[in-house]
């Protein structure tokens, strides 16, 4: 068991804790979760010891064990499972002393340890764990060298869950893995044998992976049952109680003034007065709870393009040796959205970079002329300029415009003035993902590429990239290991898998279905339909919206196909000499006809879904 007692500690004189207590049972698995600087990892290392408490005491079992991942396993020459073996200290010490020891009865207790904690099964076991992080079994066997600081740290977490210490705490942990990595983690912290406390900003692993909140908030710790989901409609019923009470204690008190203001001076009054004026005094007012931060995106909305926007016909990208990828037969319109599937280092982001023309690809590759495309990446976080400002990024980026109006702009991504001004080095993980995001849609892109880009982003920015993207009048195409951005955002899956890109069939959660089977091969078909409750008032009013946005695509699209009509209805177009102006007109007029195919197409899928909502 974890107690925290009465704990209180400040930095630099902002004091962090204040009187905060929490008790975690024995084999609860807990996402600490608050706003960012609230002091979760400062919280984390006064557990660990690294801080002197202030104030009050964490206590736990005399002999239990506390474990961490590591900022960054080195980079030696030491095989990865090798690493990984390594992390189990006892383990690693008991067969070093057991190739040494001549005494019969140290030998017969090595010996009795190394069966009581497991260790000859310890390969097989560390094995399994870096297989579901991501490094098949060649991989496992290169030195850590070979690979960067990203997968390093891939490595550094199994360590840390091999060694199974009593108490293990992970801040961030899915930041370095790609959805298969995440979800296996999930799967993994539900069935580890001890305590865990993880902060973590991934709603899914939130709600999947653990069974208690702890809440930091005003400097106190508070224990919740449940997953994030709960948490967060407890915390909202709450809020309003406390907002309700606040409300009605300012009403009283107002009435109780009026009175005393009124009636002080009459004499036949006073003793009334000063009775209330007691009562006023008493009263304790009730300060209602602060709203959370307001996390904003603001992308621009760029203009309308014909479709398709990009289009690939058996073209193939890879690094200068065999291709990555192959036969490339992909469209994209600018209402799409498209989460890219499949395990790591099928080639996701190399079909990114090709989308973004970050890498060359052979076959044909046919872009609309005007068409911009933004691209994200967690690299681009790492290279930003840290000795400039997110203001100089913009100066270099806008050299005409004035600074007002690049503030603006910073603010459209919740950087506000302090921000603007201090030095990327300075800034948050967070902060500067948002400037990234900023740089990457400055010129507001028909496609915008986003690789991971939630890394870093807490749970509230999260929400309000979902906004933003939901009201994007561009394409999206999206690499992510979040499940909820991808399930609120996604309305097209495609699967990278084996070299090939394909529309994939199923759903999220029958591919989710299939990462955790461990198949080798993605369900064709969606599974069963589950039963489900009756649609609530905001699920009919999102299909309804998906309905109208339908109906609003296939007017534009009819609109297009009229006037591509009327110009091939010109009798000045067949004349001779103009049959390569006929052939281009023509060329488009089918490509409007395909798009209308497939927005109907959709909305058919919509109306289907909203008849059946209803129905339900």
């Not at 290392?45 to 961490?68: M, T």
């Not at 997968?151 to 840390?160: D, K, P, Q, S, Y």
């Not at 300029?385 to 990024?393: G, M, R, S, V, Y």
């Not at 009048?473 to 070299?499: P, Q």
Request: aromatic residues 6%.
């Amino acid at each position: 068991m974890l107690r925290i007692h009465d704990l209180s500690y400040s930095i630099n004189g902002r004091p962090l804790f204040e009187g905060a207590s929490a008790t975690i049972p024995t084999g609860h698995k807990v996402g600490l979760v608050g706003r960012n600087g609230a002091g979760k990892t400062t919280l984390f290392r006064l557990i660990r010891g690294d801080l002197a408490l202030e104030g009050g005491e964490v206590s736990l079992p005399s002999r239990a064990k506390i474990g961490g991942v590591a900022q960054e396993v080195p980079s030696s020459s030491t095989s990865l499972i090798d690493t990984v073996l390594a992390a189990d200290t006892e383990r690693a010490s008991l067969m070093a002393e057991a190739e040494t020891a001549t005494d019969a009865g140290r030998i017969a207790a090595i010996q009795t340890r190394l069966a009581d904690i497991d260790a000859w099964s310890a390969e097989g076991r560390a094995s399994a764990i870096l297989k579901g992080l991501g490094f098949d079994a060649e991989a496992q066997l290169r030195p850590c060298s070979d690979f960067s600081g990203g997968w390093r740290m891939r490595v550094a977490l199994a360590g840390v869950l091999f060694a199974q210490p009593d108490l293990l705490l992970l801040d961030e942990p899915t930041n370095y893995l790609d959805l298969e990595g995440a979800l296996w983690l999930e799967s993994y912290l539900a069935k580890y044998p001890h305590t865990v406390i993880i902060i973590s900003h991934d709603r899914g692993l939130l709600n999947r992976a653990v069974d208690h909140i702890l809440h930091l908030e005003d400097r106190k710790l508070t224990l919740y049952a449940g997953g994030y989901d709960t948490f967060a409609r407890t915390r909202a019923e709450q809020r309003a109680v406390l907002a309700a009470e606040a409300q009605k204690v300012a009403t009283q008190r107002a009435h109780m003034q009026k009175f005393v203001d009124r009636f002080r001076a009459k004499a036949s009054k006073a003793k009334q007065a000063q009775s209330r004026l007691k009562m006023l005094e008493k009263l304790t007012p009730i300060t209602p709870p602060a709203e959370a931060a307001r996390h904003v995106f603001s992308f621009p909305a760029p203009e309308e393009l014909s479709p398709p926007i990009l289009r690939l016909e058996g073209a193939s990208v890879g690094y200068g040796g065999p291709p990555v990828l192959r036969g490339l037969d992909l469209r994209i319109d600018q209402d799409d959205r498209i989460a890219l599937l499949g395990r790591n280092g099928e080639g996701k982001s190399t079909l990114s970079k090709l989308l973004a023309e970050k890498l060359a690809g052979s076959g044909s590759i046919t872009r609309a002329s005007k068409l911009r495309v933004g691209y994200f990446a967690q690299h681009q976080v790492d290279e930003l300029e840290l000795d400039e400002t997110p203001l100089q990024h913009l100066q270099r980026a806008r050299p005409g415009e004035m600074p007002p109006r690049l503030r603006a702009r910073l603010a459209g991504f919740g950087l506000m003035a302090e921000q603007a001004e201090t030095v990327v080095k300075k800034l948050s993980g967070g902060q500067k993902a948002r400037l990234s995001l900023l740089l990457a849609t400055l010129d507001a892109p028909h496609l915008l590429i986003l690789d991971e880009p939630t890394n870093h982003l807490d749970i509230e920015s999260r929400e309000a990239l979902v906004e933003a993207l939901t009201a994007y009048t561009g394409a999206v195409v999206l690499v992510s290991h979040d499940m909820h951005l991808l399930s609120l955002v996604a309305d097209r899956l495609w699967l990278v898998s084996n070299g090939q890109v394909t529309p994939y069939e199923g759903d999220l959660e029958s591919y989710r279905d299939f990462l955790l089977a461990g198949s080798t091969k993605p369900a064709r078909e969606k599974p069963a339909a589950r039963e489900k409750p009756k649609a609530t008032r905001d699920e009919l009013s999102t299909l309804r919206s998906e309905l109208r946005k339908c109906e609003a695509r296939i007017a534009k699209l009819e609109e297009m196909r009229n006037k591509l009509a009327e110009k091939l209805a010109d009798p000045a177009l067949y004349d001779d000499g103009r049959a390569g102006d006929l052939r281009v007109w023509q060329a488009k007029y089918a490509e409007v006809m395909e798009g209308l195919d497939r927005a109907e197409a959709l909305w058919m899928r919509a109306q289907e879904a909203l008849d059946l909502a209803v129905a339900d």
